[in-house]
C-alpha cells in the first residue's frame, strides 16, 4: 500500500532519495557548477535543473515503474534538483570571484563576498 507522500510524488520513497536527491542531484549540482564557471546569468541555472526534473521523470518511469505523468512528483522533483544547482552555482561563484579578484573581494560565507574596504 503506498504511503501518501509515495503518492504525491510519484515513485517510491527510496527511489526518490536515490535517483532524484543523490543521482540526478550530483548532475545539478555539477551543473550549477559549470554555469558560475562560465560565467552564465543564475536564470540559466532553473532551466537546466528544470530539464533534469523532466530527465529524472523518466528514469523513474523507465527504470522503477514510476509514474510518468505525475505534475506534483514532477514539481517536487524539480524544485529539489533547482535547489541542489542554486547552491552548487552560489558556491562556486562566490569561490570564483574570491579567486579571480582577491584584491577587491573577500568572502564573508560559503555563499557570499564583499568589497574589501578601501578597494574600488
Not at 542531484?25 to 552564465?40: C, D, M, P, S
Not at 514539481?75 to 577587491?104: C, H
Amino acid at each position: 500500500m503506498e504511503s501518501a507522500l509515495e503518492e504525491l510524488i510519484g515513485v517510491p520513497l527510496s527511489v526518490f532519495l536515490g535517483l532524484t536527491v543523490v543521482v540526478m542531484g550530483f548532475a545539478a549540482y555539477v551543473t550549477g557548477q559549470a554555469l558560475a564557471n562560465t560565467w552564465k546569468p543564475v536564470w540559466h541555472v532553473v532551466i537546466y535543473a528544470t530539464l533534469l526534473g523532466l530527465g529524472d521523470r523518466f528514469l523513474g518511469f523507465a527504470l522503477f515503474e514510476g509514474e510518468l505523468l505525475s505534475l506534483t512528483g514532477y514539481l517536487i522533483d524539480a524544485a529539489v534538483l533547482v535547489a541542489i544547482a542554486l547552491v552548487g552555482y552560489r558556491l562556486n561563484l562566490a569561490r570564483k570571484m574570491v579567486r579571480q579578484y582577491p584584491w577587491l573581494y573577500q568572502r564573508t560565507g560559503p555563499f557570499n563576498w564583499r568589497r574589501k574596504p578601501g578597494a574600488e
